[in-house]
C-alpha cells in the first residue's frame, strides 16, 4: 500500500447546515445522467464493503481484490479503499450503465448518496461522542440536476438517500482516521497495526475468522451475550472491531476488552 491519498480543497466551500434547502435531482431523463460516476474517486467506508460485496453475493477477499484499489491516507497513514475504475475511456465505475444507471443502487457507497452535497468536520470528540459537521454543495460543470425544480433540506436528502444509518455504523471507523490525524507524525503506527486496521474495517470474512477461529476470545472476557451478538450480525461485528482498534491503538475503551484471569 504505497499510494497516498488526501482530500484537499483550495477554496473553503461555503458551509450548509441541516436546515439549509437546495434544488436538486437525478434520473434518467436528465441529459447528464451518469457522467458523474465517470472519472469519480471513492474512498469505500468499512459499511460500503459490507453491504456490496454482500449484494454481490462473494467474500470480503473477492470485493476487494476485483474492485478496489489500496492507498495510505497522506496524514495519518492508514490504509483505505478507493473504488477501482473501469479501464475505459471514460474510466467508468464498474457498476453504472449508460440508460438503467446504477446496477447496485440499493447498495450504493456512502459518496454516492450523500452527492450532491459533501461533509466537513470542525471537530470531533470521541470521547463525548459528539461531532461539528457542515455540509457544502459538489457542482461539477457536467451536472444539470440543479437545474431541476425539487427542493430539499439538507436533512431531508440524507435521510431520503439512507445517509443517516451509513454514517452511524462507520463513525467508529472515521473516529480512528480522526484520532490518528491529530496524532504527531512521530507517533507512528507498526506496519502489523496496519494490517489489523485493515483486516478489520475492510475484510470483515477474515476478521471473523480472526475473532472466532483463533485465540482471541480465549484472551479477553467478554459477555456471552456479546458473543453471541457479534457472531451473528456483520454490523455489530464491525462496530466491535472498531471498539477493540481504539483500545489497542489508543487506550481508551480498555474496559471492555478485560484480560481473562489466567
Known sequence: MTD?????????????????????????????????????????????????????????????????????????????????????????????????????YEDRPTTCRYYPLGVGSLSYSGEKGEKDEFYFMVKEAHCLGFDEKKEWTVAEWRQDQGVDLRDEVNDGWMELIVRKKSLPNSMKLSEESKRMFFLVCYNIDKFRGFVFNSTFLERYDFPKEKIEEIKKDDVKLLQFGFEWLKASFFKTGEEQFKIKKS
Open 4 to 104: 497516498k491519498i488526501e482530500k484537499k480543497s483550495e477554496i473553503p466551500p461555503e458551509q450548509l447546515s441541516l436546515r439549509s434547502k437546495f434544488h436538486f435531482d437525478c434520473h434518467n431523463g436528465v441529459k447528464c445522467f451518469t457522467d458523474c460516476c465517470r472519472g469519480i474517486d471513492i474512498m469505500l467506508t468499512p459499511y460500503d464493503i459490507l453491504t456490496m460485496r454482500k449484494k454481490l453475493e462473494i467474500t470480503s477477499d473477492e470485493f476487494l481484490a476485483e474492485f478496489t484499489s489500496p492507498h495510505l491516507l497522506e496524514k495519518g497513514a492508514l490504509p483505505v479503499v478507493t473504488l477501482k475504475l473501469l479501464d475505459d475511456e471514460k474510466k467508468s465505475c464498474p457498476f453504472v450503465d449508460d440508460t438503467e444507471g446504477c446496477a447496485i
